[in-house]
């Protein structure tokens, strides 16, 4: 997550992923897509998660994609 933008080519390889190969990339893969839908770009980026998706926050600290900081 710490990439300044989730570009478009970024989410075309993503949604590649989303395939049911391997289970665990699929979801990995589904939350990025998530992210990139939400706030491509870096910049408050966590600020706006905690904000409006917590939810989305939440699955991103349970899988490691960040780690968890105390809000």
Avoid at 20 to 25: A, H, K, L, R, V
């Amino acid at each position: 997550m710490g990439q300044s933008n989730i570009s478009k080519e970024n989410v075309t390889r993503l949604r590649t992923f989303a395939h049911p190969e391997n289970q665990m990339i699929v979801d990995l893969a589904t939350i990025v897509l998530k992210v990139a839908e939400v706030k491509p770009h870096k910049k408050m980026r966590l600020k706006v998660l905690s904000r409006e998706h917590r939810k989305i926050l939440a699955t991103l600290e349970e899988t490691g994609l960040i780690i968890a900081h105390h809000m």
